[in-house]
């Protein structure tokens, strides 16, 4: 049994995973939008989507696509159903795509109090147990949360000089975290928060953050990197390989 606080009604919160997938992934040199990039046998996103697929506590999966996406059904063949849903709505940035996604569980019958899991497409090597274990987490919090790692590395505020980036300072590490997805917040303070100013936001824990509430910290694996350069690739296949 779900672990959910009950909702209006009486009626449990559901929970539903939203991947935006409508940008082209500028940054990776790839020949097509990296969502369709092949990885260990499969396109980058089909491993994502099969990730959530597994957790069960998911109701359904929503993909958001560009109106011109025609690469998708072939991609990840059979993904439409009863819990994957696709919709080409997406827009022009992330959250645009994001809240385009949010009407779209609304009219599919998602209520306020209903948890959003926003995923990012490129994080292919997500474990249902790490759903599992922010669904756990968040179950019953007032605001929500994402997975997030924290900062090992000492980090560096760089300036420009003389044509190359130099260290301007050394920033303290101690209390710093890599966000990460999936983001879990109900969709009842999600759609408002990105339907506000979004200068400076950048995830939907941003955008929440923005309306004064602080979203939960759950601890994941690094290995929960999200692809962006071309060395990324090769490594998430080296991982996706050694896994199967």
Known sequence: MSSFPIGP??????CFALVPAAGIGSRSGADRPKQYVPLAGQALIAHTLAAL?????IDATLVVLSPEDDQFEAAVPGFAGERGWIARTGGATRADTVAAGLS????????????????DAARCLLRPEWVDALID???DDEVGGLLALPV?????????????????????RRGKWAAQ??????????????????DGVTDEASAI?????????VEASMENFKVTYPADFA?????????A
């Open 9 to 14: 009604a009486g009626m449990q919160p559901r």
């Open 53 to 57: 697929g597994a957790v069960a506590r």
């Open 152 to 172: 090992a590395d000492t980090l560096k505020d760089a300036a420009a000089a003389e044509g190359a980036a130099r260290v301007a300072a050394t920033v303290d």
């Open 235 to 243: 490594l998430a296949e080296r991982l996706l390989r050694s896994r």
């Open 137 to 139: 987490a968040c179950a």
């Open 181 to 198: 997805t999936p983001q879990m917040f109900r969709l009842g303070l999600l759609a408002p928060a990105l339907a506000g100013p979004l």
């Open 104 to 119: 779209t569980l609304r009219e599919r019958g998602a209520q306020p109090h209903d948890w959003v899991l926003v995923h």
């Open 209 to 217: 953050e923005a309306l004064g509430h602080a979203p939960r910290l």
